[in-house]
């Protein structure tokens, strides 16, 4: 088993919902963001193309964060997915620096607000108590492993099963982000990626991303 | 990322941030600590100083403790060995440990007992140790396939030749008491300074032809941001002035001064190296 993402880019809107889910999920500080909406455009006036994004850790089957870590922080789960035990990590940020991605982010300040001067807001508190981020260390998009474990143990699956798939995917109003498992060939994600030939950013690092793009 | 517009994270080479701003500074003093120590510590036995392999490892230990000074949970330190077969950050740990425990015991063996078996083997082991403390940091950002400058394998060669250049600066300063030793020190100085020069314009040489995002790095250290850095402080100040120094004088002064020039050079060197280091952008459009 390994979990993947296939991410149709014509269907994306550049709405951010998937940001705000991944961040109301995981009730993620200011500054952090797990994933990401990049929109700009590329190309010469009257040949311009709107490039939109959506990014995150690329749970590479061969990931160089896991290789670089020194202590074990960063590992590799059996389905593929690429976590950060923040209990072990020191914040020698090597990890960030060998990511080709930069899907990491580094957790500093752990007083910020998402409205500065005016106290932690009533999400932020119960974020503070229900998933409580170590400051000092790295962060990275887990494909929502949590909702993945919880599923899979009540019979559910992911990429099919709501409750069994990552927020972001859920959350997305024009279907654009398929998740499913890149070991079975008869997967929908397969498919898709079969049929509308995916493709990985940056094979050339040799990292194997989990994660396919489709033109 | 932080710092970083999307629409340049996407399209434009995007400079690497946490090795070298703010406290990441701390990065750049630790891989010249951990040359200068190694390279030290080599040539102080080559020329038999025991102030030299005592200034090495005290510099050593400087190395690890800057190394933890970069790190946001230092008190987690002991974890960092526990990676060696993945991790050259956790290789390069355990080889200051293992460097400090064979220096100091060797030091004791040479000043108590010096002349037996015991010192010889002591030696041996600490110039390994003391080799890969030179040459760990090389390997560190040079196994970083995702930023291009780096990932050279002439990286780790000159980051040794760098650290053995800044050992035999700083033996040079430390033996000024003894004309024979730091004149010797300082003619070895001289022809060690030319090979840095050649390996240094190698590497950037070869960085240029390498891939698009080395020959960005590499522009920005010839002729970017970084050239008055890299052409002052590495190239006049850290070689071509302390060549011309030591060809011309050997009095006591001009040894100093030019023993600290090429400290600085390496200190800068390590600087322009790290501050240099580009990603490719994630989509290869423009």
Not at chain 2, 136 to 158: E, H, Q, T
Not at chain 2, 255 to 278: D, E, H, P, T
Request: some cysteine.
């Amino acid at each position: 088993m390994r979990w993947g993402m296939a991410i149709e880019q014509k269907r994306c809107i550049g709405c951010y919902e998937c940001v705000l889910a991944c961040k109301a999920e995981h009730f993620l500080p200011p500054d952090i963001f797990w994933n990401r909406v990049l929109i700009g455009e590329s190309g010469k006036y009257p040949a311009v193309t709107k490039l939109i994004y959506n990014i995150r850790c690329n749970q590479c089957a061969d990931p160089a964060c896991v290789k670089v870590c020194p202590t074990g922080a960063t590992y590799q789960r059996p389905d593929g997915i690429v976590v950060v035990d923040e209990d072990k990590c020191v914040g020698c940020r090597y990890c960030m620096i060998a990511c080709p991605y930069q899907a990491r982010s580094f957790y500093e300040d752990g007083n910020a607000e998402y409205f500065p001067g005016q106290g932690l807001t009533e999400h932020e508190k119960i974020g503070k108590t229900l998933y409580p981020h170590e400051v000092g260390v790295v962060q990275k998009c887990v494909f929502c492993k949590e909702r993945i474990d919880a599923g899979l143990a009540a019979g559910l699956t992911p990429g099919v099963d709501r409750e069994a798939t990552p927020a972001c995917v859920i959350a997305c109003p024009t279907k654009a982000i398929h998740f499913g498992d890149l070991d079975d060939p008869y997967s929908e994600i397969n498919q898709i990626i079969k049929e509308k030939k995916g493709k990985a950013f940056h094979p050339e690092y040799d990292t194997q991303p989990s994660i396919y793009y489709i033109d | 990322m932080i710092g970083t517009r999307p629409y340049e994270f996407m399209v434009k080479y995007t400079p690497q941030r946490d090795w070298i701003e703010g406290h990441g500074i701390l990065i750049a003093f630790a891989l010249f600590f951990g040359g200068i120590a190694g390279g030290l510590y080599l040539v102080s036995l080559y020329f038999d100083s025991m102030w030299g392999m005592f200034v090495a490892w005290i510099l050593a230990m400087v190395t690890g403790m800057t190394d933890m000074a970069h790190l946001s949970k230092p008190m987690r330190f002991w974890r960092m060995i526990l990676k060696p077969k993945s991790s050259w950050i956790s290789r390069g740990f355990i080889f200051i440990w293992l460097f400090l425990g064979a220096a100091a015991i060797q030091m004791a063996i040479s000043y108590w007992a010096g002349g037996t078996a015991a010192e010889t083997v002591f030696k041996v082991l600490g110039g390994i140790m003391a080799f890969g403390v030179a040459i760990y940091s090389g390997f560190v950002v040079g196994y970083v396939g995702a930023i291009k400058l780096w990932n050279s394998a002439i990286i780790p060669i000159l980051f040794v030749i760098a650290g053995v250049t800044g050992g035999l600066a700083l033996l040079m300063v430390i033996s000024v008491g003894d004309s024979i030793l730091s004149t010797d020190v300082a003619v070895a100085l001289r022809a060690v300074l030319i090979g840095y020069a050649v390996c240094l314009a190698i590497y950037l040489w070869v960085a240029t032809y390498e891939s698009t995002a080395a020959r960005d790095s590499a522009m920005r250290i010839i002729k970017g941001n970084l050239a008055p850095v890299f052409w002052l402080l590495v190239i006049l100040l850290g070689i071509v002035i302390p060549i011309i120094m030591l060809f011309a004088s050997s009095a006591t002064a001009v040894l100093i001064i030019a023993g600290i020039l090429v400290i600085l050079g390496g200190v800068a060197l390590r600087y322009s190296i790290l501050k240099a280091g580009v990603y490719s952008p994630l989509v290869p459009s423009e």
